[in-house]
Nanobody
Framework: QVQLVESGGGLVQAGGSLRLSCAAS????????MGWFRQAPGKGREFVAS????????YYADSVKGRFTISRDNAKNTVYLQMNSLKPEDTAVYYC????????????????????WGQGTQVTVSS
């Protein structure tokens, strides 16, 4: 089992920034890709960004491209999501997830590809 714990959420004004962190523990051996998803009130969970085990490959949803940056520190078993130029429509619960990878450049984009999920952290952007 892998445990994922998100942190860094909060309330911020439009145009502001937040940095989310997700720490992994438990059976973290092997290689795994990481991703961020979000779920706004009354909506389904949607993909935000993902990063390969090596960190050399990333993928972003169009809605956050150019504003959000995903990164990871494998020595700390932690993945980050730097969120800049936040908009009210970014308000959601943000979840991190891990996916077993069979090659280092694997960058999963679909919810079904992920094996473990965190409990989520709330991000609220006021207008």
């Amino acid at each position: 089992q892998v445990q994922l714990v998100e942190s860094g959420g909060g309330l911020v004004q439009a145009g502001g920034s937040l940095r989310l962190s997700c720490a992994a523990s438990g059976r973290t051996f092997g290689i795994y890709a990481m991703g961020w998803f979000r779920q706004a009130p009354g909506k389904g969970r949607e993909f935000v960004a993902s990063i390969s085990w090596s960190g050399g490959s990333t993928y972003y949803a169009d809605s956050v491209k150019g504003r959000f940056t995903i990164s990871r520190d494998n020595a700390k078993n932690t993945v980050y999501l730097q969120m800049n130029s936040l908009k009210p429509e970014d308000t959601a619960v943000y979840y991190c997830a891990s996916a077993q990878a069979f090659y280092s450049a694997y960058v999963p984009k679909n919810e079904a590809e992920y094996d473990y999920w965190g409990q989520g952290t709330q991000v609220t952007v006021s207008s």
